[in-house]
């Protein structure tokens, strides 16, 4: 043999390393196989994206939806409180006389406190309370003989909170203790 007879295997010729036309059909056939082997995975591939796709615009779709209606139990809930106040209004203009309205809205408040209570909204308890930044927000303070330095003298509107959380801070007069002013004497009296 010669010497380029020798150096034929040169890179064109690396495949058909093994030798012989049987290895370069098995070379095809795993080929073949791989690239099969591809494009199954591709489409697998593809086939999981679209269904991820699918999952975000669903899960999206869910959260404004929830957003959107998220309320709607409770809703559903204070619509019979609106109607027994319709009814309390009605009745006092046939009845003529406030005590009819005054009992009605009374119930209805009542109600209405249940439902709220129902979804964890309870009232901030404030009168003869220590006062306390956390509910209760100071709108006056004044001094007073019969309640104690820092604690709530009188409520000016309720507060309230959700589990945990304030909703709303009671706004209240706060007393500042013993004083010579008449004014705290006159607040008291009139609780």
């Known amino acids: 043999m010669t010497d380029e007879s020798l150096n034929t ?19 095809l056939a795993e080929s073949a196989a791989r ?3 591809l494009k199954a995975l ?8 679209a269904e991820f796709d699918n999952y975000k615009r669903l899960a999206q779709r869910d959260q404004r939806d929830q ?12 619509l019979p409180v609106v109607d027994n106040l319709e009814r309390a209004i009605k009745a006092a203009k046939d009845s003529k006389t406030a005590q009819g ?51 709530v003298v009188e409520e000016f ?12 801070p009671a706004m209240v007069t706060v007393s500042s203790g013993a004083g010579s002013g008449s004014d705290g004497d006159e607040i008291d009296n009139s609780n």
Do not use: C, W
Not at 106 to 133: A, C, H, Y
């Open 9 to 27: 295997n040169t890179f064109d010729n690396l495949d058909s390393d093994s030798g012989g036309p049987a290895s370069s059909g098995d070379s």
């Open 35 to 37: 690239d099969g082997e």
């Open 42 to 49: 591709n489409d697998k591939y593809l086939r999981l994206a």
């Open 67 to 78: 957003i959107r209606f998220g309320n709607e139990q409770l809703l559903k809930e204070l």
């Open 101 to 151: 309205l005054v009992q009605g809205v009374d119930l209805t408040l009542k109600q209405l406190e249940g439902v709220l209570s129902k979804f964890g909204v309870q009232s901030i308890p404030t009168m003869g309370q220590r006062f306390d930044p956390s509910g209760h927000q100071a709108v006056a303070s004044v001094p007073s003989t019969q309640v104690p330095d820092q604690h």
């Open 157 to 168: 509107q309720r507060g309230y909170r959700l589990h945990d959380r304030i909703l709303r």
